[in-house]
């Protein structure tokens, strides 16, 4: 048997000699290791958590930090969650709501500004400009109905008799027919307005 044993020793020493021995630890000074790149800058509204620090290690072999996760740019396909507005106040009535005017008015309202344009201070002036505001009315009130159709027809017909007394055709003071077209006028502008 202590031949056996005395065999079983040669072989370790012999491997012992020929494995070289375990190097030394060498400091830390020495040891390479890589460090994370920095985050990119967090977004307004998203918490970003830096990792913590690796500790270094003894081992002279370089360790390699994980990949960091890829995160979606704006410009990826992926939708973003949408960022939080600030809470307004809704008003009960919409700004985009427009009021629509009855059929005329408008037309009513161009013709109108025109005669006050083109009338002038003569009398022939009044005359021309009231005969071309009866034309425009005329067909001003074919766009309207109920009671504003009524209204700009009576309009049309009082410019056409202002017309008549300007230039002479009919007797009569111009002043009576301009204070029914202020009526007419005035109860046009109630209609338009209500809509």
């Keep these: 048997m202590s031949a056996l044993a005395g065999a079983a020793a040669a072989v370790v020493a012999l491997v012992a000699y020929l494995v070289p021995p375990t190097p030394p630890p060498q400091p830390p000074s020495d040891v390479v290791v890589t460090t994370p790149a920095p985050p990119p800058p967090p977004q307004s509204d998203t918490v970003v958590t830096t ?22 740019s704006p410009e990826s396909g992926e939708p973003q969650p949408p960022a939080p507005s600030p809470t307004r106040a809704v008003s009960a009535v919409s700004p985009l709501v427009s009021v629509v005017r009855p059929g005329g008015c408008d037309e009513t ?12 201070t003569t009398r022939s002036g009044q005359a021309a400009a009231a005969r071309q505001t009866y034309q425009e009315l005329m067909g001003a009130v074919l766009d309207a109905q109920g009671a504003v159709g009524a209204t700009i ?43």
């Excluded at 009919?170 to 006028?185: E, S």
Aim: hydrophobic content about 30%; glycine content about 6%; aromatic content about 4%.
């Design 153 to 195: 027809s009576r309009l049309a017909a009082e410019f056409q008799e202002l017309n008549f007394r300007l230039t002479g055709m009919t007797g009569g003071d111009p002043n009576q027919v301009i204070a029914d077209i202020n009526t007419d006028l005035a109860e046009l502008k109630r209609l338009c307005e209500s809509g």
């Design 109 to 120: 309202a161009t013709a109108l500004t025109t005669y006050r344009r083109n009338a002038g």
């Design 51 to 72: 990792p913590p620090p690796q500790p270094s290690s003894p081992d002279p072999v370089t360790t390699r930090p994980a990949p960091p996760t890829p995160r979606p």
